[in-house]
């Protein structure tokens, strides 16, 4: 049995084990705990994130609070609000044309962020 799964190919063994985890929450009535897990999941998930955007600001700080006050704002200002559009779909999710919206957010504050960043490191 140890060689059959061994010599399996490596797709079909990751979806025997989901298929067998599928079982045991099915037969066993797991769903609340389930439920209870993925919220956990999205928590950690968010702490996770905002902890990396920490890390980055902590080891760049010296340099952005060199920028001027305006660059500053929008810098500060569109990660703040990446933050914002991230912590509300974590919390109400995006249906329909909300979603659409999510990713204008995330993409227009990217894009200023990006072109604040790139104005400061350019050398022409």
Request: glycine fraction near 8%; include cysteine.
């Amino acid at each position: 049995m140890r060689r059959l799964f061994a010599r399996m190919n490596p797709t079909l063994r990751g979806f025997l084990i989901i298929a067998l985890i599928v079982i045991v929450v099915m037969v066993l009535n797991l769903y609340g705990t389930l439920a209870a897990l993925g919220i956990l999941l999205r928590v950690a998930f968010f702490l996770a994130i905002a902890f990396f955007i920490f890390l980055m600001w902590r080891e760049r700080r010296d340099e952005i609070g060199g920028w001027d006050t305006r660059e500053r704002i929008v810098f500060y200002g569109s990660a703040l609000l990446i933050v914002a559009a991230i912590g509300s779909y974590f919390w109400h999710g995006l249906p329909g044309y909300d979603a659409l919206a999510f990713i204008g957010v995330i993409a227009c504050a990217g894009y200023a962020m990006f072109r604040v960043w790139r104005d400061r490191h350019t050398y022409s």
